[in-house]
Each structure stands twice: as C-alpha cells, then as structure tokens.
C-alpha cells in the first residue's frame, strides 16, 4: 500500500486492516504517535488528516487516502513548528507521553481557527487526556501560539 506522511510518499507491505498507528510505528517506524487506549479515547495517537485531528488506532490504513502529518512533520528547516516551541516556552511537558497527540491536536484547532477563546480550546481539547494534569499549560501554549501564529 502507499501512504503519504509529512509530505513523503511511502510504500509498504500490510495487512489492509491494519490500524494507521501500528502502520506508522510498527512498519515506518514513525513512532511520534503514541499507543496509549487503543480506542481512541486518550488522544496519544493523534495525527492530523485532511486537516483533522484523527485517532490513528482507530483508522484503517488502508482508507488513508491523503496526506497523513505526525509531529515529525511539523518542524521546519531546524525550526519549531509554534506550537512545539510554545510548548516549550510554557513547559507544558512533564512526563511527555501524551504530548505528541496534544500538540497534534492543537495545531489542527489553531489551523481550523486561529483565534480559539478558552471555550474552543476545551471543547477541541477535552479527547485528549494528560495524567499530569497540565491542562493550565496546555491552554496557554495555545494562546501563546494563537499569537504567534497570527504574527501579534
């Protein structure tokens, strides 16, 4: 099968009901998406498709049918994507497993909408969970991000 991921076509041999997430990092050792639930409850295989946040466990490889982008699609030329770097900047990581999926899924809101009130954030936010509970610092990174997004 062929799948296109962070902008590179790729061709691998797989089951057709092979799950995306066990596609990515079992075949194409992508592994910036995380097994956390394996129904897609927790967020932790996030990956944006068609400009979504998806749940890569609960998606079919073989229905991909367009770009799929994982978090080591996002960082450009040795520079952070916003959200990584906001990430950072408000050091929302502690011990880091979901943060792949959580990023994910804050960059496709910020691409769906640029200028997210607290309400947004949580409504688009809430599949994701942290069992550190950064969710303050979570908020803040992507309004730290809106910002800088939007060249303010």
Not at 15 to 29: E, F, G, N, V
Not at 72 to 82: F, I, M, Q, R, V
Not at 133 to 149: F, L, S, W
Request: glycine content about 8%.
């Amino acid at each position: 099968m062929n799948l296109t991921v962070n902008g590179k076509m790729l061709s691998f041999e797989a089951d057709p009901d092979m799950p995306l997430l066990w596609a990515l990092r079992d075949i194409l050792d992508i592994k910036g998406p995380k097994f956390g639930c394996g129904v897609g409850l927790c967020g932790a295989c996030t990956v944006i498709i068609d400009g979504k946040a998806v749940r890569s466990c609960q998606i079919v490889a073989a229905d991909v049918t367009t770009e799929v982008r994982t978090i080591e699609g996002l960082a450009s030329d040795k520079t952070l994507h916003p959200v990584q770097q906001a990430w950072m900047d408000e050091q929302v990581a502690q011990c880091g497993y979901c943060q792949t999926g959580q990023i994910m899924n804050a960059v496709a809101l910020l691409e769906s909408n640029p200028r997210p009130s607290d309400a947004d954030i949580d409504e688009a936010m809430a599949g994701n969970l942290c069992r550190c509970g950064t969710y303050p610092r979570i908020r803040a990174a992507i309004k730290r991000a809106a910002t800088e997004m939007a060249g303010a």
